[in-house]
């Protein structure tokens, strides 16, 4: 077999394994911005605000050890 041929097949089986990992994080990261826009939506019904959403996960190291200390 030449080699530009076998050089050929190997770039083609790369290329493919690079496009199948591209496309799995573009569905992950569609996936997970999905579940935050419902989220949101649903917090929004419920009266909250995006502000607050954010407000709380940026407490969440501080809550967390808060709930953990006054455990013991």
């Given amino acids: 077999m030449p080699t ?3 050089i050929l097949i190997a ?3 790369v290329a ?3 496009f199948r990992a591209l496309l799995s994080l573009l569905k992950t990261a569609i996936s997970t911005a ?3 826009f419902v989220i949101v ?3 929004t019904i ?3 605000s995006p502000q607050d959403l ?3 996960v940026t407490n969440l190291p501080q ?3 808060h709930l953990v200390t006054s455990g013991k």
């Fill in 34 to 36: 999905v579940a935050i």
């Fill in 54 to 56: 954010l407000h709380e």
């Fill in 16 to 18: 493919l394994i690079v």
């Fill in 4 to 6: 530009n041929f076998l």
């Fill in 63 to 65: 809550t967390l050890k």
């Fill in 46 to 48: 419920f009266g909250f």
């Fill in 41 to 43: 939506v649903i917090l």
């Fill in 11 to 13: 770039a083609i089986v």
